[in-house]
């Protein structure tokens, strides 16, 4: 509803300054209150169980999960992903394009959706050793080619990527999460381990670290009550 009206409101805003109509309707409807939806996190036991069965997968399954856990890409940016946006001497990935499927288009390459999200991104070295893993795998096949592709060679379609991943969930014995719970997680997990929030920021490609804070970071109960302790701490000191 929400979503309709700021189409409907952008449209009849139009028409109303250019003549073909003399008030705007749309802008005196009442919207219902909008509900915020359900934020899921892996916790940290599940996130070091997801990873712990990781690392008996072929490396490129690894690598496609490595990048949404600890690094927060977004699927369209790792299945737009080629061998020429890795830079294994530098050590670090650049995010610069993303993958859709359009109607009656198909796959698309497109720029990503806001110049913050256009990043580069230091890579940990575990996740660099599968890259290279996966390059030496690839022997000669052309750099400028997708990193992750089907089973008949062409681009990862986003539901069976979906697909995938609640097959790693339900593998780990872990209940079924939306797919972008993985980039929630990484970057709640950052915050967790005491990276500063300009850095979530830049490294999730967001404008702003009010934004990151905002929507991404959601602290756990444990780390919760680890702040209450520290508070009782220190009114009995």
Known sequence: IHRMHAMLRHSFTMAFRHGYLSTNSVSMVKLPKREKAQVETLSLDELRLVLSHLESSPPIVRLRWLLALRLGLRQGECLALTMEDFDLGQGVVQINKTLNRLPELGFVLRSTKSVASCREIPLDKETLDVVRSVAESRG?????????????????????????????????SIEPKKLHSARHTAATMMVQFGVDIKSVQ???GHSSPSFTMATYVHPSKEHLRGAVEQLSAGLRA
Do not use: H, I
Not at 153 to 167: E, I
């Open 202 to 204: 830049e490294l999730l």
């Open 140 to 172: 000669q096949r052309n750099a400028s080619t997708l990193v992750f592709t089907s089973a008949s060679g062409g681009p990862v379609d986003a539901k069976s990527d979906y697909l995938a991943w609640q097959t790693l969930l339900k593998s780990a």
